[in-house]
């Protein structure tokens, strides 16, 4: 969603997407943003990455952008990255019938 929850956009909140979703809640499966979450400067794509959000909706050159930077920055983790690309993968096989590859982390 759009909103803030304790003053932290909700796509960027490692205690929703991280700390709640998944280790509360046990849910294993993939989190994406609402449709340009990352458009009007509140939210980022580093910052979602580093909340566990695995999928920023749409995409932009500008999201990859600032990944980049903030990987060159080392305020973005490559074991982030791969965390939720990792997710992204589990989805797919998952959606389409196939087996999870436990060397996936």
């Known amino acids: ?3 803030l929850v304790n003053g932290v956009h909700a ?3 490692a205690a929703l997407c991280t ?3 998944r280790e509360e809640w ?3 499966g993939l989190i994406m943003s ?19 959000n695995d ?3 749409p995409g ?3 999201d990859c952008d600032g990944l980049l930077a903030a990987r060159q920055a080392g305020t973005l983790s ?9 997710r992204v993968i589990r989805t797919a096989l998952r959606l389409a019938g196939g087996e999870e590859d436990p060397s996936v982390p």
């Open 1 to 3: 969603s759009y909103n």
């Open 11 to 13: 796509a960027n909140s």
């Open 19 to 21: 700390r709640i979703a």
């Open 26 to 28: 046990g849910y294993d």
């Open 34 to 52: 609402d449709w340009d979450t990352t458009a009007y400067g509140r939210c980022t794509a580093a910052g979602c990455v580093q909340a566990g």
């Open 55 to 57: 999928l920023v909706m």
């Open 60 to 62: 932009s050159p500008r």
């Open 78 to 86: 490559r074991l982030a990255l791969r965390q939720c690309a990792a």
